[in-house]
């Protein structure tokens, strides 16, 4: 029988502490061996229990979790799950956590109703446990720097009436990152469905303006898809693609979750196969659970190539295993050679389109 995975909780908060300690503790495959109260308290408990997983608290007095976190990453990484407002204010240090090597995060508990208690229960658990086997790095092997090499376009010329979707859940906010980095002004229009709280997606997609060549903004309802832009869904909203006129452009609803997620990838992906046909790529990327393989699988049907990160390279293999496991996907690639191939099959070299 496979050990309980030992979880450490770091909270200032001691009712925080105690609800996520009785959660956990409900479920046999952890083992709670502690709390701390401040990141000095925590740092002398990781050295004396070895914990698998950590869940922290950001706010804290002494020491803020972003520091705690960036020393931790740098000496001894670990799986961490932050605990976060999930509001605008908290969304800026959450990303931030995340970008620094942090696996997932999720809110503080308020649970207002035995429902809303089970429901967080589900999530907080589900999390922790896929935490545990996440494929962590040191913190120099996530920072991204600015000399990432913007990919050329010399001797190609980008296929018109094309679209690339990308979707992605745990560990994606840095996944993504690191695709649209390297793209030229001129990428073909990307539709990305990103599972991220509706307070979050905002700012991470002005984090990723201000990294990008491309433009990125949250997708609004009947926005035009332009090249050089990337669209984002917002939390809370599913996103899809409609034809309009002589283009396309995106459309939102609030109609019910899928595989529990609004945004979905399903969703999403499903809406360009049917819309496009061959004319697009879809990415799925490092996630935990299943949605967008089959969507993905739909797109490669209809005759779209298709692309999951490989196992190596995701912070958790969900989503993509999912999709490689049904063949939903033509080529599996690291995370550092996903900007390539997306540009190689956006584009015709000038022989091609001669030809």
Known sequence: ???????????????????????????????????????FEAREK??????????????MPKMDGVTFLKNLMRLRPMPVVMISTLTQKGADKTLECLELGAVDYLGKPECTSDKSLEDYSHLIIRKVHAAASANVRRLSDVQYHDDHAIISLQGKTIKSNFI???????????????????????TPPIVMAQHIPEAFSASFAKRLNDCCQINVVEARHGMPLASGTAYLAPG????????????YQCQLDKTDPVNR???????????????MGKNAIG???????????????????????TLAQDEASSVVWGMPGAAVEIKAADDILPLSRISQWLIKNSCYSLKEKND
């Open 1 to 39: 029988m496979q050990a309980p995975v030992k979880v450490l909780v770091i909270d200032d908060s001691a009712a925080v502490c105690a609800v996520i300690s009785n959660i956990l503790s409900s479920d046999n495959r952890f083992d709670v061996v502690g709390t701390a109260a401040d990141p």
């Open 283 to 305: 990415i799925i990327l490092t996630g935990m659970g299943r949605d967008g393989a089959n969507g993905l699988l739909a797109m490669r049907k209809q005759g779209a190539l």
């Open 236 to 247: 809370d909203s599913h996103l899809s693609i409609v034809k309009s006129g002589i283009g």
């Open 261 to 275: 997620h609004r945004p979905s990838v399903d969703v999403l992906f499903n809406s360009v196969a049917n819309v």
């Open 46 to 59: 990781i050295k004396m229990l070895n914990p698998d997983v950590l869940t922290l608290d950001i706010e």
């Open 164 to 186: 690339c979707a990308i979707g992605a859940s745990t560990g994606g906010t840095e996944a993504i990152k690191e695709v649209l980095v390297r793209l030229p002004k001129n």
